[in-house]
Every structure is written in C-alpha cells, then in structure tokens.
C-alpha cells in the first residue's frame, strides 16, 4: 500500500524484538495492524476488508462516512 | 554460516533475475552490539543475523544494492527514514531522475525471518517493478487518500 501513494507508510515490526514498544500498543497476539494510532484491528484477512479496516483511520468518527459504510 | 540455505539461495537468484525490473535499495540502519544493559529500553537484538541475512539477499542480484547505516553515527539521515530504532530495513526504488522522493517505501524493524522474508522478497519485487498486486479499486481508494496514512502491522516469526 505504502508503493502506491506517497501518504503511506507502512512498517513490519516484530513483536518479540521490540518489546517495550510492542507493549504501548497492547500487542498480546499477532500480527496486529495499528492505522494512525487510532484504529486497531487482529489477524491477515483478504485485501477488500483489510483496506476497508484501515480506512476507518480516515473516516470521520462521527458517522458522515457513505450509508452502509 | 548462511541463513539461506544453497536452495533457497538458487530459487531467490533465479526469481531476482526473472522478476527484478528496475535496481532497488535496501537500507539497514543498526549499531555496533551494546554492552549496555539499560533497564526499561528494547535492547537491539538481531543485529548481526539481520546485517548478515541482508547481505545474503544483496549478494543474489546486481540490481539489489545494500547500504548498511549506523544509525547514531548519521541521526539526520535516520531521522528522514523516520527510524527510531533498530534494527531496521527500508527498501526503496531510488528516486527517477529529477524527481526529490523515492517511489515507494517500505520498512522492517526487526529481524525479518520466516513468513516476514517473503513479505521483503515481494516487496523489493514489487518496488522494482514499479508495481503492486493489489487490486484496481485497492489502489484508487489509496490515490484518493487527503491525509497521512501510518500502517504499523506487528509480528512475529512464523
């Protein structure tokens, strides 16, 4: 994701090797995904529902996102 | 010895030499090992395996060009990868001619062993080739993005 736009960035951390900072984000399974320090979510899943999870780190909270998104 | 074992050596060679379009950079930020122990800060680990395993990789093809940085020696440079810790990997394509900014960036703290080496594989493949697997919708909604999106995925070896 972080090759097609330049406002990605995009890193692999591993957990065990980076303990102290793996715990500021509660990491107790893996992989966790963290978008913008505000949205979280567990586990690999298909390409739509990924990028539909980490949208949610850019739509507003207060629900002017599409109906039904 | 190598982590890559000669078949696995063979296999990436060849993948490298069929797949690899345009030259890519892999920057490794690390620090001489620590004698230190400082209670309450992530003790870099990996360092050695991690330096060694890229090495590895650079050695495969003449268009992956490995450059290994200590970090506390070149702040300034770490601090425009945005590395704050190491051991660390950014693989870039070098930017076209005139143009300010690598084409795409991604990074790995941390030894990337198991199912994490093949996520580097494919993304030097990936970055090479200018391209990505992901889907047309996949790539408007990212172009489409006003503001600054951090993806931090944690992991472990598998």
Redesign the interface.
Known sequence: MAMESNRVTADVIEANEFGGYSARYAVQAVPKTVVNDRVEFLGAMPEARFLQEVLRAVVPENGSAAPGA | MAFLRPADADYLRQRFATELHDDVRIMLFTQPPMQLYIP???Q???LRETQQLMEEVAALSPKVHLEVHNWKEEPALAQAY?ID?VPAIVLERPPAPGAA?A???????????GY?FR?LVD?LI??SRGQ?E??E???Q???E?????????????T
């Open positions: 309450g800060i992530d870099p680990v990996n945005g810790r900014d084409q795409g960036r991604a990074r790995f703290f941390g030894l990337p062993a994490e996520v993304d990936d970055l990505t992901l889907a919708t996949t790539r909604r990212l172009a993005l006003a503001g600054p999106l951090r993806l931090q995925v944690f992991v472990t070896p």
